[in-house]
């Protein structure tokens, strides 16, 4: 064997690591699914949007909430027998309104109980779909956020705002069709919030959480933390499940040359360190 065949058989393999290492990912994600529905008579769906390296190259990608996504877990709720739970694990920064509603909806008509478990984060789209569940299980360092709607990089409210408070002869057309837009858009929201919502307190609480999370009080990328969610009122809980940690473990981020956290992964515990110290006594 040659050296030029050496570097085209190293070439090759360096080129099928990416998506080896992807392979060995979603089969030990299957089992954990697999062992998680086991041990809790559900049917665990997962919406991950995390940062992985997908292709042969390494690129990174980052995604959020498509139609895709909202295809995929319809189907999987459709294929769930109506008295069987839905467990949804939600890490998303969001995405669009149209299949986060979608998803929203769909969980909202299971008949069978309904958990969203939130490790770390679940913004904007993902907070509309947390709504939805019966409960939410949130990391004590888990945050939620807004659901106001969002024109491109301006918020809905501020748009409306400044045709609140600008004259009309001084608002260009642009500004003008933006702020009628952002109008229909904030009843919209609403409305959709109020119908998530409806069974789940009574009116008059259900119009309060629709305007509190839909009309602008807070700025988009808001943490909602565990303390301030049981304060609005929302079903939420922190007693997370070991096993959505280690899930979480398989969806890395891309490896960085020079990483930028640094710890031992192994547990730390009390004993230990008293542990140690007994022993340093003695000598």
């Given at each position: 064997?040659?050296?030029?065949?050496?570097?085209?058989i190293?070439?090759?393999?360096?080129?099928?690591?990416?998506?080896?290492?992807?392979?060995?990912?979603?089969?030990?994600?299957?089992?954990?699914?697999?062992?998680?529905?086991?041990?809790?008579?559900?049917?665990?769906?997962?919406?991950?949007?995390?940062?992985?390296?997908?292709?042969?190259?390494?690129?990174?990608?980052?995604?959020?909430?498509?139609?895709?996504d909202?295809?995929?877990?319809?189907?999987?709720?459709?294929?769930?027998?109506?008295?069987?739970p839905?467990?949804?694990?939600?890490?998303?920064?969001?995405?669009?309104v149209?299949?986060?509603?979608?998803?929203?909806?769909?969980?909202k008509?299971?008949?069978?109980?309904?958990?969203?478990f939130v490790?770390h984060y679940?913004?904007?789209?993902?907070t509309l779909i947390?709504?939805?569940?019966?409960?939410?299980?949130?990391?004590?360092?888990?945050?939620?956020g807004?659901?106001?709607?969002?024109?491109?990089?301006?918020?809905?409210?501020?748009?409306?705002?400044?045709k609140?408070?600008?004259?009309?002869?001084?608002?260009?057309?642009?500004?003008?069709?933006?702020a009628?837009?952002?109008?229909?858009a904030?009843k919209?929201?609403?409305?959709?919030?109020?119908?998530?919502?409806?069974?789940?307190y009574?009116?008059?609480?259900?119009?309060?959480?629709?305007?509190i999370?839909?009309?602008?009080?807070w700025?988009?990328?808001?943490?909602?933390?565990?303390?301030?969610?049981?304060?609005l009122?929302?079903?939420?809980?922190?007693?997370?499940?070991?096993?959505?940690?280690?899930?979480?473990n398989?969806?890395?981020?891309?490896?960085?040359?020079?990483?930028?956290?640094?710890?031992d992964p192994?547990?730390?515990?009390?004993?230990?360190?008293?542990?140690?110290?007994l022993?340093?006594?003695?000598k």
């Amino acid at each position: 064997m040659t050296g030029f065949d050496i570097f085209w058989i190293f070439f090759i393999l360096m080129t099928l690591q990416p998506l080896m290492r992807q392979r060995f990912l979603e089969a030990a994600r299957q089992r954990m699914i697999e062992k998680i529905e086991k041990k809790r008579n559900s049917r665990v769906i997962l919406l991950v949007h995390r940062q992985e390296t997908m292709s042969f190259f390494g690129f990174p990608v980052m995604r959020y909430i498509d139609v895709n996504d909202s295809e995929q877990v319809i189907r999987a709720i459709h294929m769930t027998d109506p008295d069987v739970p839905i467990d949804l694990v939600l890490h998303t920064p969001g995405g669009l309104v149209l299949a986060a509603l979608q998803i929203a909806k769909a969980l909202k008509r299971h008949k069978a109980k309904t958990t969203v478990f939130v490790p770390h984060y679940a913004m904007s789209g993902g907070t509309l779909i947390a709504l939805a569940a019966d409960e939410i299980v949130m990391d004590e360092h888990a945050v939620l956020g807004p659901v106001d709607p969002q024109l491109g990089q301006y918020p809905a409210a501020s748009i409306v705002k400044v045709k609140q408070e600008k004259p009309v002869e001084k608002i260009d057309d642009q500004t003008l069709i933006l702020a009628d837009v952002s109008e229909k858009a904030l009843k919209q929201m609403k409305e959709q919030l109020k119908e998530l919502l409806s069974d789940k307190y009574p009116a008059n609480k259900v119009e309060e959480l629709a305007e509190i999370m839909s009309q602008g009080r807070w700025t988009h990328d808001y943490p909602i933390t565990f303390e301030e969610a049981k304060k609005l009122g929302l079903p939420v809980r922190t007693d997370m499940p070991a096993e959505i940690y280690q899930l979480m473990n398989l969806f890395p981020q891309p490896v960085r040359y020079q990483p930028s956290v640094l710890y031992d992964p192994s547990p730390k515990r009390a004993s230990e360190n008293k542990m140690e110290s007994l022993v340093k006594s003695l000598k």
